[in-house]
T-cell receptor, first 113, second 111 residues
Framework: AQSVTQLDSQVPVFEEAPVELRCNYS??????LFWYVQYPNQGLQLLLKYLSGSTLVKGINGFEAEFNKSQTSFHLRKPSVHISDTAEYFC???????????FGAGTQVVVTP | EAQVTQNPRYLITVTGKKLTVTCSQN?????MSWYRQDPGLGLRQIYYSMNVEVTDKGDVPEGYKVSRKEKRNFPLILESPSPNQTSLYFC??????????FGPGTRLTVL
């Protein structure tokens, strides 16, 4: 069975500083990887996804992630955060590009001026 | 506008009183799913449906039922809710080759 580990439950960061959110997964088969963002009192919005091809994936709002198969990681990065990036971020893995998602516990990002 | 809708958005009920949370999508997606979100646990899948009349259990199905009589609708039924089902519930839908789209969530409190 797949599992997803998000190593940080909360990440405080100053505005305009870079941020990295760590995600590791365990799977013995090919995987599809996703990052979702949940703004306060809202549903989940897809930030980016890795299905195949280039291991560096660019998403919305200036976020990017790198798929590292040897380290089974899919870390999310943004070079300069804004106050509006305050949200909870979820890493997820799936056996296919559209089916069941296995989520990590989430990382709460708090951006302060 | 392509979307997944859920109703109600907020619900407070008492133990044992049957309730239904509706989910509807207008994207003609085959796959629909229900998740529950709890602090520190992320989202866990309750039930899913690959198409009309095809449903199956996810990771945490106990205490829940679903049905898929029409492609667009996938209601979640709690026959006898208990306090441990207090949670934030999300419906999602997708089609082959595309990522899942999530509804806005339903916050359920069972007293």
């Amino acid at each position: 069975a797949q599992s997803v580990t998000q190593l940080d439950s909360q990440v405080p960061v100053f505005e305009e500083a870079p941020v990295e959110l760590r995600c590791n997964y365990s799977s013995s088969v090919s995987v599809y990887l996703f990052w979702y963002v949940q703004y306060p009192n809202q549903g989940l919005q897809l930030l980016l996804k890795y299905l195949s091809g280039s291991t560096l994936v660019k998403g919305i709002n200036g976020f990017e992630a790198e798929f590292n198969k040897s380290q089974t990681s899919f870390h999310l990065r943004k070079p300069s955060v804004h106050i509006s990036d305050t949200a909870e971020y979820f890493c997820a893995v799936s056996d296919d590009s559209w089916g069941k998602l296995q989520f990590g516990a989430g990382t709460q990002v708090v951006v302060t001026p | 506008e392509a979307q997944v809708t859920q109703n109600p958005r907020y619900l407070i009920t008492v133990t044992g009183k049957k309730l239904t949370v509706t989910c509807s999508q207008n994207m003609n997606h085959e796959y629909m799913s229900w998740y529950r979100q709890d602090p520190g646990l992320g989202l866990r899948q309750i039930y899913y449906s690959m198409n009309v009349e095809v449903t199956d259990k996810g990771d945490v199905p106990e205490g829940y039922k679903v049905s898929r009589k029409e492609k667009r609708n996938f209601p979640l039924i709690l026959e006898s809710p208990s306090p441990n089902q207090t949670s934030l519930y999300f419906c999602a839908s997708s089609s082959s080759g595309n990522e899942q789209f999530f509804g806005p969530g339903t916050r359920l409190t069972v007293l």
